[in-house]
């Protein structure tokens, strides 16, 4: 669940610990950051210029944090605070090494998207949902 002041979206995100952000950051396409009324302008956005399969692309990574919640079925889970990082290059939600680390998710089994929480881990673990 992403959630900004009174905009709110539930969706499935990668975890992917290949993404070191410049900290616990949470990539996102730029429909999404439209949904959750994020701005990118008015020095609301650092630009970077990164290099993506298909050539440099600008990436926006903003000053303001979002609400990032993990939900699942069987407990509450705390909300954190991410920053949100805008490119029109991905197509999916994904999480930062950081924001992994800060969500408590362990990856188990990248191949086959099997996962669980730090205080889960040896005990239960949680199948991906399909992002899309």
């Known amino acids: 669940m992403l959630r900004k002041g009174d905009n709110e979206l539930i969706t499935c995100a990668l ?9 616990p ?13 994020l701005s990118l302008s008015g020095g609301n956005a650092e630009v970077y210029a990164v290099r993506t399969a298909s ?3 600008p990436v926006y990574r903003l000053k303001e ?10 407990r509450d889970t705390p909300i954190i605070k991410l920053t949100p990082v805008v490119s029109e290059s991905v197509d999916y939600v994904i999480l930062s090494d ?3 680390t800060e969500l408590g998710v362990v ?8 996962w669980c929480f730090r205080d889960e881990l040896g ?7 399909t992002p899309g």
């Open 15 to 23: 975890a992917n610990t290949g993404f070191e952000g410049l900290g």
């Open 25 to 37: 950051d949470v990539l996102m396409p730029m429909g999404v950051a439209q949904r959750l009324g």
């Open 55 to 57: 050539g440099i692309a």
């Open 65 to 74: 944090g979002v609400d990032v919640r993990v939900l699942v079925d069987d």
């Open 98 to 100: 950081r924001a992994l």
């Open 107 to 114: 990856i188990i089994d990248a191949g086959n998207g099997v």
């Open 123 to 129: 005990r239960i673990s949680r199948d991906s949902c």
